[in-house]
């Protein structure tokens, strides 16, 4: 069976440092790959998700990045932390229909 | 872009009341998708709607797809502790992969 993994669970990093989330998931090939920001007791906003290695749609072009450098690998990552960067970070997975399957995600404070 | 809305924002109930949430669409769905988060957890998956006028059950839930496929429902009958948690509903952009959430109705109940 699938399963998805995001690490680290909690970080707390100083405004202006960087920042690497990593997920990968396991038991499936060529999965559509997806990172979202939940800031607290909202809703679910998509920033990135990628089809394929080194494919990647940016839906909020802020301070923040991401790449896929393996199959299975979906890396998010900022140069300089802002405040408002502060959240919940999901990222998630589909492969032959729409059904999205998250991970345990990252609750990222900037401080 | 497409837009998803989602009423009501908050409910708060009786145990053993009914409780309703309501999706709407600003454009015509192929799918409509309900997941739900617990505090403190990640979404997930309940359910997907693809044809127009559709109802589905899940033990009390019951999930409608309207018959013009822009509005959504899930209806839960008798509401237990268990079932408190942020609800959301998604659909996917025209010949996107993506998925557009709505903002959530989040549940709690009084025991």
């Known amino acids: 069976s699938q399963t998805i993994h995001q690490w680290p669970a909690t970080l707390v990093q100083p405004v202006g440092s960087p920042l690497s989330l990593e997920c990968t998931v396991e038991g499936t090939s060529n999965p559509n790959l997806y990172w979202y920001r939940q800031a607290a007791g909202r809703g679910l906003q998509l920033l990135f998700y990628?089809?394929?290695?080194?494919?990647i749609s940016s839906e909020v072009p802020q301070n923040l990045s991401a790449s896929r450098p393996q199959d299975r690998q979906f890396i998010l990552s900022s140069k300089k932390l802002l405040l408002s960067d502060s959240g919940f970070y999901l990222c998630?997975?589909?492969?032959?229909?729409?059904?999205?399957?998250f991970g345990p995600g990252t609750r990222l404070t900037v401080t | 872009g497409q837009q998803v809305m989602q009423i009501p924002q908050y409910q708060h109930v009786q145990e053993g009341e009914d409780f309703t949430t309501y999706c709407n669409s600003s454009t015509t769905l192929s799918n409509i998708q309900w997941y739900k988060q617990r505090p403190g957890g990640h979404p997930v998956f309940l359910i997907q709607?693809?044809?127009?006028?559709e109802v589905k059950k899940q033990k009390r839930l019951t999930f409608q797809f309207g018959e013009a496929k822009k509005n959504s429902s899930l209806h839960i009958t008798a509401t237990q502790t268990t079932d408190v948690g942020t609800y959301f509903c998604a659909g996917p952009p025209q010949g996107a992969q993506k998925l557009v959430f709505g903002q959530g109705t989040r549940l709690t109940i009084n025991p």
């Open positions: 709607l693809v044809k127009s006028g």
């Open positions: 990628s089809v394929g290695i080194g494919q």
């Open positions: 998630a997975w589909n492969q032959y229909s729409y059904e999205q399957y």
